[in-house]
C-alpha cells in the first residue's frame, strides 16, 4: 500500500511486508545538487555517452551516478545496471571470501548497494540484483562483452591501470551510457600505476566526452572532512 506525504522534497514513501514479517519503508526522493560541480556533472550525465567525475572523498560522484542510472532505469533507456569496481584492498587482505560472486564482491559494492538502496529500497534492490537487473561485473568478467541498452558505473577507478579503463571505454554499445568516477589522489595501487589522470588527459580534447572535476568545495559530508582534505593531501 502507498502512501503518499506533502512535503517540499516531494517524497514517496512506500511500505511493504518482508517475508521474515518486517515491513520495509523506502524513499523515492528527486535528487538536487548542492555545488554548481554536481549540477554540471549531472548534466553532463544526461547528455553525454561517456562522462568522467574526478574529485576527492565526500563530492558525491557515486551517489549521483547511481542517481542518474536509477532515473534512466525508471524512464526505460536502459533495461538494466551494470557495476563494476576493481577489487583492491585498502591496505589489509580480507583472506578467501565464502558465496557466489555477489556476495564475494559485497565488501567493495557496498557504497553503491547503499546508494541504490536509499533510492529504492533494500528488498527491490536485492530483487533487480536476483534477476540480472542490477548486474554486479568484476573488473576481470568485462574483457571481450559489448554492453548496450546499460546504465555502466566504473566506480574507485583510481585503483585501475590505464589499460585496464581502456578496456572498459570499449565495452560500451549502442544506448548505453558509463560513468566512470574515481579520486586520483587515494589510489591503492604502487605509484605510478593508476591510469585515471591519463585517461582523463588523452580523452579531454573529445567533444562527446565529458570530463567533470570536482574539487573540496563540493564535498557533501561532515564539514570536518572538507577541511581535512587539503591537510591531508
Known amino acids: 500500500m502507498a502512501k503518499r506525504t506533502a512535503s517540499s522534497a516531494r517524497v514517496v514513501a512506500l511500505t511493504e511486508a518482508d517475508e521474515d514479517g518486517f515491513r520495509e519503508q523506502s524513499y523515492l526522493k528527486t535528487v538536487k545538487p548542492r555545488t554548481s560541480n554536481q549540477e554540471a556533472l549531472m548534466a553532463a550525465i544526461d547528455t553525454?555517452?561517456?562522462t568522467l567525475a574526478v574529485g576527492p572523498a565526500g563530492t558525491g560522484k557515486t551517489y549521483l551516478a547511481v542517481t542518474k542510472a536509477v532515473e534512466a532505469?525508471?524512464?526505460?533507456?536502459v533495461t538494466r545496471i551494470v557495476i563494476t569496481r576493481p577489487v583492491v584492498?585498502?591496505?589489509e587482505s580480507l583472506g578467501f571470501l565464502p558465496g557466489d560472486i555477489n556476495e564475494k564482491m559485497d565488501p567493495w559494492m557496498r557504497p553503491?548497494?547503499?546508494a541504490l538502496s536509499d533510492r529504492l529500497g533494500a528488498r527491490q534492490v536485492r530483487q533487480m540484483t536476483k534477476d540480472g537487473t542490477v548486474e554486479i561485473a568484476p573488473l576481470?568478467?568485462?574483457r571481450g562483452r559489448t554492453i548496450s541498452r546499460s546504465f555502466v558505473i566504473v566506480d574507485e577507478a583510481q585503483n585501475m591501470t590505464f589499460q585496464q579503463i581502456k578496456m572498459l571505454l570499449t565495452r560500451l554499445g549502442w544506448h548505453?551510457?558509463?560513468v566512470i568516477t574515481g579520486d586520483p589522489d587515494q589510489t591503492d595501487l604502487l605509484p605510478g600505476m593508476s591510469g585515471l589522470e591519463e585517461a582523463v588527459r588523452r580523452l579531454d580534447p573529445l567533444d562527446d566526452v565529458a570530463i567533470v572535476r570536482l574539487t573540496t568545495?563540493?564535498?557533501v559530508r561532515h564539514p570536518l572532512v572538507a577541511a581535512m582534505m587539503p591537510l591531508l593531501s
Open 48 to 50: 553525454h555517452a561517456l
Open 140 to 142: 576481470a568478467y568485462m
Open 217 to 219: 568545495q563540493d564535498i
Open 73 to 77: 532505469m525508471s524512464a526505460g533507456r
Open 112 to 114: 553503491i548497494y547503499d
Open 89 to 91: 584492498e585498502a591496505g
Open 176 to 178: 548505453s551510457t558509463m
